[in-house]
């Protein structure tokens, strides 16, 4: 590889329709939220690994129409006011230490007020251990879509696409040496293509094979 300057540039990540790789693996959940309006159930649960696209496929749904985008560690009471003004509700990262009574009365004002409710979790929404009867009845009604696991098109498309986010040119035979090395899981993926611009950063040299071979050593 020839010589390169070693700069940092902002990290910009690119979330439009364009540029989702679609593959076997999400090709459901990215059928369903381009099928919008025309969505077959109101709610919708979208479960995943972290770093399997559904940040990027509540993107694509925000562009189309007006959402209310939130992390579910930042809910409380004040979400039913701005909830008023929009069309869909899209809560990030369920976690299990959400108010039930909160989630419950959400998935109500969505129902009763013909809005939409799209829930990003880890695991499946059916798999929470929640106590709350009402809520329990109300998770058994949801439309639930699984991300799986990547395939090597897909993995291969992400490398590009992270590398792409942080302004860093690669050569594919590069790719395709870090695509037969690297655990196929999306958050690893994440963590090397971080903790090798880390690396050279702190090394202060380009991009190389050598550098490749040394980060994927340590993560």
């Given at each position: 590889?020839?010589?390169?300057?070693?700069?940092?540039?902002?990290?910009?990540?690119?979330?439009?329709?364009?540029?989702?790789?679609?593959?076997?693996?999400?090709?459901?959940?990215?059928?369903?939220?381009?099928?919008?309006?025309?969505?077959?159930?109101?709610?919708?649960?979208?479960?995943?690994?972290?770093?399997?696209?559904?940040?990027h496929l509540s993107t694509i749904l925000k562009n189309k129409t007006p959402c209310?985008?939130?992390?579910?560690?930042?809910?409380?009471?004040?979400?039913?006011?701005?909830?008023?003004t929009k069309e869909v509700l899209i809560i990030e990262n369920l976690n299990e230490?959400?108010?039930?009574?909160?989630?419950?009365?959400?998935?109500?004002?969505?129902?009763?007020?013909?809005?939409?409710?799209?829930?990003?979790?880890?695991?499946?929404?059916?798999?929470?251990?929640?106590?709350?009867?009402?809520?329990?009845?109300?998770?058994?009604?949801?439309?639930?879509?699984?991300?799986?696991?990547?395939?090597?098109?897909?993995?291969?498309?992400?490398?590009?696409?992270?590398?792409?986010?942080?302004?860093?040119?690669?050569?594919?035979?590069?790719?395709?040496?870090?695509?037969?090395?690297?655990?196929?899981?999306?958050?690893?993926?994440?963590?090397?293509?971080?903790?090798?611009?880390?690396?050279?950063?702190?090394?202060?040299?380009?991009?190389?094979?050598?550098?490749?071979?040394?980060?994927?050593?340590?993560?």
């Amino acid at each position: 590889m020839n010589d390169q300057l070693v700069l940092k540039f902002p990290e910009h990540r690119a979330y439009k329709r364009e540029d989702f790789y679609v593959s076997p693996s999400n090709q459901e959940a990215y059928d369903f939220i381009n099928s919008w309006p025309k969505w077959i159930k109101r709610i919708v649960n979208i479960f995943g690994p972290p770093g399997s696209g559904k940040s990027h496929l509540s993107t694509i749904l925000k562009n189309k129409t007006p959402c209310l985008k939130i992390n579910s560690s930042e809910l409380n009471e004040k979400i039913f006011y701005k909830f008023k003004t929009k069309e869909v509700l899209i809560i990030e990262n369920l976690n299990e230490k959400i108010s039930e009574e909160l989630l419950f009365s959400l998935w109500n004002v969505a129902l009763q007020d013909n809005k939409y409710f799209l829930i990003n979790s880890i695991k499946p929404i059916s798999s929470y251990k929640f106590k709350l009867p009402d809520l329990i009845s109300r998770v058994k009604s949801c439309l639930i879509i699984g991300i799986n696991l990547p395939s090597d098109d897909l993995i291969s498309a992400i490398i590009t696409k992270n590398f792409s986010d942080k302004q860093i040119l690669v050569e594919k035979k590069h790719i395709d040496y870090i695509l037969k090395r690297i655990d196929r899981s999306y958050e690893k993926i994440s963590q090397f293509i971080l903790t090798l611009d880390k690396y050279s950063l702190k090394k202060g040299t380009p991009f190389s094979l050598k550098l490749i071979k040394e980060v994927l050593k340590m993560i």
